[in-house]
């Protein structure tokens, strides 16, 4: 496998992003995708806040920077 494949591979395995199944699919989708990148971001910095590889003041600063992304 190239390069490009497994870097892809390796992100659907992180941030897996489910279907959508909303009402509106077309007004949903997006919104929906970046919420599910969000959620899986902010549970890995958890992760490593709480085996204390982050301290409290990174990982505030790196989820407040995916805030500043999300909107």
Known sequence: ??????????QDFLYPISSYHGKDYFNGLIPNQKLQKF???VTY????????????QQAFEKI????????
Do not use: Y
């Open 39 to 41: 959620t899986s971001e």
């Open 64 to 71: 407040e920077h995916l805030c500043h992304i999300l909107d």
């Open 45 to 56: 910095i958890a992760g490593l806040h709480g085996n204390g590889k982050l301290s409290t």
């Open 1 to 10: 496998m190239n390069n490009i494949v497994l870097q892809k591979v390796k």
